[in-house]
Nanobody, 125 residues
């Protein structure tokens, strides 16, 4: 059974930074595409960033390009999301997710097989 546990959320002022972490329980972490999603109240869940299982490829939503960085440490079974220059519109619950069988060139699109419980990020103006 794969479990994902996020941490690092909190309250920060606009312009500030946070780093989210997500630890996977499985020993096969390096086989998974990992993604960070977010969902704000009244909005659909959106993919923020994803990182490939091999090769280090990444994909970002346009709204976070240049501000957020996704990375992974396979030895620690952990994926990170470094969030800089935060804006109030970044306020949401952030979820990490894992995809064991990515398909084709659009490898970041999922579907994702496993999800964490989410961590709240609130950016005040």
């Amino acid at each position: 059974q794969v479990q994902l546990v996020e941490s690092g959320g909190g309250l920060v002022q606009a312009g500030g930074s946070l780093r989210l972490s997500c630890v996977m329980s499985a020993r096969t972490f390096s086989d998974f595409v990992m993604g960070w999603f977010r969902q704000a109240p009244g909005k659909e869940r959106e993919l923020v960033a994803a990182i490939a299982s091999v090769g280090g490829g990444t994909n970002y939503a346009d709204s976070v390009k240049g501000r957020f960085t996704i990375s992974r440490d396979n030895a620690k079974s952990t994926v990170y999301l470094q969030m800089n220059s935060l804006k109030p519109e970044d306020t949401a619950v952030y979820f990490c997710a894992a995809d064991r069988f990515p398909v084709g060139s659009l490898w970041w699109r999922g579907p994702y097989d496993y999800w964490g419980q989410g961590t709240q990020v609130t950016v005040s103006s």
